[in-house]
């Protein structure tokens, strides 16, 4: 898990609020690259006067600081990955469920066709349908 340590975070001057404290839990717990609705709608249960806002804000707070990433797979709600280091995905289009793909893909760009871009990195998502969407239409 490449979720920073709470010493970390107080070193960093994130204020560890319980209400951050669960979102942090929940996400370090959680590998389904849940969206901030999904975050909200777990933490709220044990926070019911907690804002939908402080979900978000936290969010962003960890991407700025580099413990989570945001997964933009899905146009209509971004996901959120714990796993920062280099690593690719596998996207269900049925049903919209993430898995991480550890492998490493290399791509070889040739010179001329950068652009005069600098590369330092790339993601791949593989789009299809995942084991129990494909036995679900299967039966159909």
Known sequence: ?????????????????????????????????PSAEEIFKYVSRKFPTMSFATVYNTLETLERQGSL?????????KRYDTVTAPHHHLFCTNCKKIADLEREYELEILENERLGFEIFG???????????????????
């Open 1 to 33: 898990m490449a979720m920073t340590s709470v010493a970390t975070y107080r070193k960093t001057g994130l204020k560890l609020t319980p209400q951050r404290m669960a979102i942090i839990d929940y996400l370090k717990e959680n590998r389904q690259h």
């Open 69 to 77: 990433m945001v997964l933009i797979i899905d146009p209509h709600r």
């Open 122 to 140: 790339n993601r791949i998502e593989f789009y299809g349908l995942c084991p129990q969407c494909r036995e679900n239409a299967n039966q159909i």
